[in-house]
């Protein structure tokens, strides 16, 4: 597993210089704007630095993907995958929050591109080549495009690795947005345990149970459960549980009655009313007539 931690810091070490070359570039179109400097400008070097930045990213994510496909492909039991799959989130997450200061560079690229491009350039920004003929930047234009190509090219970067995890893992979208929870500093792993045992092995076929059939509709269900939550008669559902709550849940009870579409995906409605960050804006709208708002609390819940 070190040789992952050491293409993760590679990557980190990637984007610090992705952020210095666009800083730079930043730097010489404010410059430009001020006066300070004039165009045409010759950028000597541009092209092969471009090209350098692109190739070794593209060698990255292939490092990474033939190291976890060999970690996997030898793996002696369960739990060194699931310990595994632990750790490619940590990095993940580690390495997601690298990505940030790009967001913020991409904003003033946008300013400038707004603000001092030329019409004539933009109408005819489909046609241009990223890095200009000559390595000659003429109009404003062709740095602010450079610029906000490599920008795209380093934030898609965190999406393009968690792509790759998921897809070594076999694992949807829905399945690694279960394994995170959202907090003010974005998402951040927690405790797999069970739910990482559950999805990565066979899960045996199931007797179909009976079910209570539930008469009201999906926000009104989730309504329910908030307030049995929120005055102790249940146990608030704590951070990484909540697809295991909605999924038991959905065990219990019919929501089919809920279905405003034919083949309607109940659970992941369900899921949303449910998120903590969610519910006010979800489920209790100006609109929502409350249901239950007037269950007693448990004053004997521990």
């Not at 003929?133 to 970067?157: K, M, P, Q, R």
């Not at 559950?198 to 008469?215: D, E, G, N, Y």
């Amino acid at each position: 597993m070190e040789q992952i931690e050491q293409t993760f810091e590679q990557a980190k070490d990637w984007m610090k210089e992705l952020q210095g070359f666009t800083g730079n570039l930043l730097e010489l179109v404010k410059n430009i704007t001020t006066g300070d400097f004039e165009l045409p400008m010759h950028i000597p070097g541009i092209e092969a630095d471009v090209n350098n930045l692109i190739t070794r990213k593209v060698s990255l994510l292939l490092e990474l993907k033939k190291l976890i496909r060999y970690q996997l492909l030898y793996a002696n039991s369960d739990q060194y995958t699931q310990n595994l799959l632990f750790l490619l989130l940590k990095l993940y997450t580690e390495f997601r929050r690298t990505c940030r200061p790009l967001r913020i560079f991409r904003d003033r690229n946008t300013f400038y591109f707004d603000k001092h491009v030329s019409q004539e350039y933009k109408q005819g920004i489909a046609d241009l080549q990223i890095i200009p003929a000559n390595e000659l930047a003429s109009d404003i234009g062709d740095l602010v495009t450079i610029s906000g190509y490599l920008l795209e090219t380093g934030i898609v970067f965190s999406k393009q690795i968690i792509k790759v995890i998921r897809t070594e893992y076999s694992m949807k979208e829905d399945d690694i947005r279960a394994l995170f929870d959202e907090s003010k500093y974005g998402p951040i792993p927690v405790s797999l345990h069970h739910y990482k045992h559950q999805l990565l092995t066979p899960r045996a076929v199931k007797t179909k149970t009976h079910r209570l059939s539930w008469q009201g509709n999906l926000k009104q269900f989730a309504e329910l459960i908030i307030e049995l939550e929120k005055k102790g008669w249940i146990k608030a559902i704590q951070p990484g549980e909540l697809q295991a709550t909605v999924n038991a849940l959905a065990e219990t009870f019919d929501l089919s009655n809920t279905n405003k579409k034919e083949n309607a995906d109940n659970t992941q409605s369900l899921t949303q009313y449910l998120k903590p960050s969610e519910r006010e804006a979800k489920v209790f709208t100006k609109r929502y007539n409350p249901q239950f708002n007037l269950i007693n609390p448990n004053h004997t819940a521990n």
